[in-house]
């Protein structure tokens, strides 16, 4: 430890950072930062830095404001792009209560003690998302979104803006120590996806937390709004971070086994079980916005219904095929997520349910071979399918009557989340809307 | 810096005074004593066939060190100059030659430009190799003069690779040497991180570190083709 910190001090001398910017998350997921100098960078290290989180969305009442920013060392790291002409570096900081003890409000602890779990069970839980986003020629609330292009899936168009935004994008993730799988264009127009290279949750949501803000940064040198909302504009697909997700017993994949015919182990078959039982109840957090649920709608490649498949893409949890002879790459993706998620939160769901299908042994339903989008309500109820939440209300009375996610959640992140989110949903029921107005004005 | 082997044991005085006078660390080694490796490896090693009365000893001994799974380099012979026809197709023994009586400067001059020429710089504290500069006293390292912005862990295994170049690694044993304890989250951990290297080194420079398959990773060439 003393090295590492003595790494750190040393580094940020030999090559001139000016500033150190302390990164955390609030609980909805928002990036938050404030800079620190070099000189307060030791005491930073050594004993935290003190602010006051009642200005933070979800963290401390005002009479118990004060909490500490405490930089994780793991996560120093130079930034590719400069402030103004400085050299900046950031890490990333887990925020704890004034005695030391982990506060209840920092989503990293949430993930983090979630991820205590599963190491008490022997496993190490691995995530690869991919991330989808759209490139605006503006972000004005007010205006019609206008894509930079009309391009679609993987297409290759010359000299094009968007394409050189996501190049640049990709090796600044690079730089940063962030590989990066695949990059191309997605279905809609405009729209684009990166897909990141698996690694330990709690990297990965960090990870999730630096691509967000690199491709929002690229895109706004160039006087482009990137924008990772879910469903930005209607009669085109919105934007997904399907996530694949593995558990790995030291080096060995939990989730293969050769003996079986699908090559699902009895841990993969109860992690799947137990994320299909849990999946309404978790929804409200890996989609958490009022637009959200704009996304998960029939039609559009997004899961609209609780059911597993293999190489079916209308599922919620699709198992790919692994490539012969690579069990390490055995895995699950799962489908709902969108990237405007708090990925500390998301990935601590996620975990959880799939553990408690582990823990309980719930048996696998049956696989949907068909597609699910051409089925009736009938069929799918006959085949013991059921929808994911349709709407953020429907979801948060999921969530709220859920012991699981009040558990991994903790009383506290859980309790504000929930009433946050109630008061998103007031105000959107309020809200009289385009549609309305064109369809009954005139008629009524 | 890990110790150079030595041979014989004991070995000849003025050689024990001409690396003590230059700071080099050393252990001296008889035919037996030779297959116990210290943890950290050999840096090199010093062979005599001198004093030795000419036997086999000193080329069997060299034969067995370059035989290993990682061919021990770089290693000095030490003759005497009565008998140079014993170099004579055994050149892939060793590296470089000096002829007894020893002076230290040349001595010192020899060690250090074989230590140059596998990948330690002429100053200790640099490691250099290829387009890869490594400064352990600041933590600096960059590639082709551009600054590499490494995080700890990814700085500590760079800088265990490069110290050790041409050598293959298993997952396991780079865990436990870089990360030092029963890091949670296994090898994997170690693939990880050396894809993330891989990633900062940039395209041109990714293949400094190879994968190894089954067995682990390699950073830079191995001497001797398989």
């Given at each position: 430890?003393?090295?590492?910190?003595?790494?750190?001090?040393?580094?940020?001398?030999?090559?001139?950072?000016?500033?150190i910017q302390l990164w955390f998350t609030d609980?909805?997921g928002t990036p938050k930062s404030?800079?620190?100098?070099?000189?307060?960078?030791?005491?930073?290290?050594?004993?935290?830095?003190?602010?006051?989180?009642?200005?933070?969305?979800?963290?401390?009442?005002?009479?118990?404001?004060?909490?500490?920013?405490?930089p994780d060392l793991n996560t120093f790291q130079i930034l590719p792009w400069?402030e103004?002409?400085?050299?900046v570096a950031r890490v990333f900081c887990d925020?704890?209560?004034?005695?030391?003890?982990?506060?209840?409000?920092?989503p990293r602890?949430?993930l983090?003690?979630?991820?205590?779990?599963?190491?008490?069970?022997?496993?190490?839980?691995?995530a690869a998302p991919e991330l989808?986003y759209?490139?605006?020629?503006?972000?004005?609330?007010?205006?019609?979104?206008?894509?930079?292009?009309?391009?679609?899936?993987?297409?290759?168009?010359?000299?094009?803006?968007?394409?050189?935004?996501r190049?640049r994008t990709v090796l600044t993730l690079e730089e940063m120590g962030i590989p990066v799988e695949?990059a191309?264009?997605?279905?809609?127009?405009?729209?684009?996806?990166i897909d990141l290279r698996h690694t330990d949750a709690l990297t990965m949501a960090d990870t999730v937390m630096t691509a967000r803000l690199v491709v929002k940064e690229i895109a706004q040198?160039?006087?482009?709004?990137a924008?990772f909302?879910?469903?930005?504009?209607?009669?085109?697909?919105?934007?997904?971070m399907?996530t694949?997700?593995?558990?790995?017993?030291?080096?060995?994949?939990?989730?293969?086994?050769?003996?079986?015919?699908?090559?699902?182990?009895?841990?993969?078959?109860?992690?799947?079980?137990?994320?299909?039982?849990?999946?309404?109840?978790?929804?409200?957090?890996?989609?958490?916005?009022?637009?959200?649920?704009?996304?998960?709608?029939?039609?559009?490649?997004?899961?609209?219904?609780?059911?597993?498949?293999?190489?079916?893409?209308?599922?919620?949890?699709?198992?790919?095929?692994?490539?012969?002879?690579?069990?390490?790459?055995?895995?699950?993706?799962?489908?709902?997520?969108?990237p405007a998620c708090n990925p500390y939160?998301a990935f601590?769901?996620?975990?959880?349910?799939?553990?408690?299908?582990?823990?309980?042994?719930?048996?696998?339903?049956?696989?949907?071979?068909?597609?699910?989008?051409?089925?009736?309500?009938?069929?799918?109820?006959?085949?013991?399918?059921?929808?994911?939440?349709?709407?953020?209300?429907?979801?948060?009375?999921?969530?709220?009557?859920?012991?699981?996610?009040?558990?991994?959640?903790?009383?506290?992140?859980?309790?504000?989340?929930?009433?946050?989110?109630?008061?998103?949903?007031?105000?959107?029921?309020?809200?009289?809307?385009?549609?309305?107005?064109?369809?009954?004005?005139?008629?009524? | 810096?890990?110790?150079?082997?030595?041979?014989?044991?004991?070995?000849?005085?003025?050689?024990?005074?001409?690396?003590?006078?230059?700071?080099?660390?050393?252990?001296?080694?008889?035919?037996?004593?030779?297959?116990?490796?210290?943890?950290?490896?050999?840096?090199?090693?010093?062979?005599?066939?001198?004093?030795?009365?000419?036997?086999?000893?000193?080329?069997?001994?060299?034969?067995?060190?370059?035989?290993?799974?990682?061919?021990?380099?770089?290693?000095?012979?030490?003759?005497?100059?009565?008998?140079?026809?014993?170099?004579?197709?055994?050149?892939?023994?060793?590296?470089?030659?000096?002829?007894?009586?020893?002076?230290?400067?040349?001595?010192?001059?020899?060690?250090?430009?074989?230590?140059?020429?596998?990948?330690?710089?002429?100053?200790?504290?640099?490691?250099?190799?290829?387009?890869?500069?490594?400064?352990?006293?600041?933590?600096?390292?960059?590639?082709?003069?551009?600054?590499?912005d490494l995080t700890?862990?990814e700085?500590?295994?760079?800088?265990?690779?490069?110290?050790?170049?041409?050598?293959?690694?298993?997952?396991?044993?780079?865990?436990?040497?870089?990360?030092?304890?029963?890091?949670?989250?296994?090898?994997?951990?170690?693939?990880v991180?050396?894809r993330r290297?891989?990633a900062k080194?940039?395209?041109?420079?990714?293949?400094?570190?190879?994968?190894?398959?089954?067995?682990?990773?390699?950073?830079?060439?191995?001497?001797?083709?398989?």
């Amino acid at each position: 430890m003393q090295s590492q910190q003595e790494y750190v001090l040393r580094t940020v001398e030999e090559r001139g950072i000016r500033f150190i910017q302390l990164w955390f998350t609030d609980v909805l997921g928002t990036p938050k930062s404030f800079n620190i100098t070099p000189a307060e960078l030791e005491n930073a290290l050594d004993e935290g830095m003190t602010f006051d989180g009642s200005a933070v969305d979800g963290f401390s009442r005002v009479q118990e404001s004060d909490v500490l920013a405490r930089p994780d060392l793991n996560t120093f790291q130079i930034l590719p792009w400069r402030e103004g002409d400085l050299a900046v570096a950031r890490v990333f900081c887990d925020v704890l209560n004034l005695d030391g003890t982990p506060f209840e409000g920092c989503p990293r602890h949430v993930l983090r003690r979630t991820l205590e779990k599963a190491r008490h069970k022997g496993y190490s839980f691995y995530a690869a998302p991919e991330l989808e986003y759209f490139y605006f020629a503006s972000a004005r609330p007010d205006g019609v979104p206008q894509p930079l292009d009309t391009g679609s899936y993987f297409e290759l168009t010359v000299a094009d803006l968007a394409g050189d935004l996501r190049k640049r994008t990709v090796l600044t993730l690079e730089e940063m120590g962030i590989p990066v799988e695949y990059a191309q264009h997605e279905d809609a127009p405009s729209q684009h996806e990166i897909d990141l290279r698996h690694t330990d949750a709690l990297t990965m949501a960090d990870t999730v937390m630096t691509a967000r803000l690199v491709v929002k940064e690229i895109a706004q040198e160039r006087g482009v709004h990137a924008t990772f909302m879910p469903k930005p504009m209607e009669g085109v697909q919105g934007s997904g971070m399907h996530t694949h997700f593995s558990l790995f017993e030291g080096d060995v994949n939990a989730f293969h086994d050769p003996g079986d015919p699908h090559n699902l182990s009895k841990a993969a078959q109860g992690f799947i079980a137990g994320l299909l039982r849990h999946a309404p109840a978790i929804t409200a957090i890996t989609n958490q916005w009022v637009n959200s649920y704009k996304r998960l709608v029939a039609g559009y490649e997004a899961p609209v219904y609780v059911s597993w498949a293999r190489n079916n893409r209308s599922a919620l949890v699709r198992v790919p095929f692994a490539k012969r002879g690579k069990p390490e790459s055995t895995r699950i993706e799962y489908r709902s997520p969108d990237p405007a998620c708090n990925p500390y939160l998301a990935f601590a769901v996620v975990l959880a349910a799939g553990l408690d299908g582990i823990d309980e042994g719930y048996d696998l339903p049956p696989e949907a071979a068909t597609n699910l989008y051409a089925m009736s309500p009938a069929e799918l109820a006959a085949e013991g399918i059921g929808p994911l939440p349709g709407s953020l209300a429907d979801a948060l009375n999921l969530m709220e009557s859920s012991e699981l996610v009040a558990e991994t959640l903790g009383e506290h992140v859980f309790e504000w989340f929930i009433r946050n989110k109630r008061a998103e949903w007031a105000d959107y029921k309020a809200h009289v809307s385009r549609f309305e107005l064109d369809r009954y004005l005139p008629r009524l | 810096m890990e110790p150079l082997l030595v041979f014989p044991d004991p070995p000849p005085a003025d050689l024990v005074l001409v690396l003590d006078r230059a700071g080099y660390p050393w252990k001296a080694v008889n035919e037996t004593s030779a297959r116990n490796e210290p943890d950290d490896g050999w840096a090199g090693a010093i062979v005599c066939d001198w004093e030795s009365g000419g036997g086999e000893e000193a080329f069997a001994l060299c034969r067995a060190l370059r035989k290993r799974d990682v061919p021990l380099e770089p290693l000095l012979l030490v003759v005497d100059p009565a008998r140079l026809e014993n170099l004579e197709l055994r050149e892939d023994l060793f590296d470089d030659f000096i002829c007894a009586p020893l002076r230290a400067e040349e001595v010192e001059a020899r060690l250090k430009h074989l230590f140059w020429r596998t990948g330690r710089g002429l100053r200790p504290e640099l490691v250099e190799y290829g387009p890869l500069v490594l400064n352990l006293e600041t933590y600096q390292a960059s590639v082709g003069g551009r600054a590499l912005d490494l995080t700890y862990m990814e700085y500590e295994l760079l800088r265990f690779l490069a110290t050790h170049p041409g050598r293959v690694f298993t997952r396991e044993t780079l865990l436990s040497r870089v990360w030092g304890y029963e890091y949670y989250g296994g090898a994997r951990t170690v693939d990880v991180h050396v894809r993330r290297l891989r990633a900062k080194l940039g395209e041109e420079n990714a293949a400094l570190i190879s994968t190894v398959r089954s067995v682990g990773y390699r950073f830079g060439q191995p001497r001797w083709p398989a």
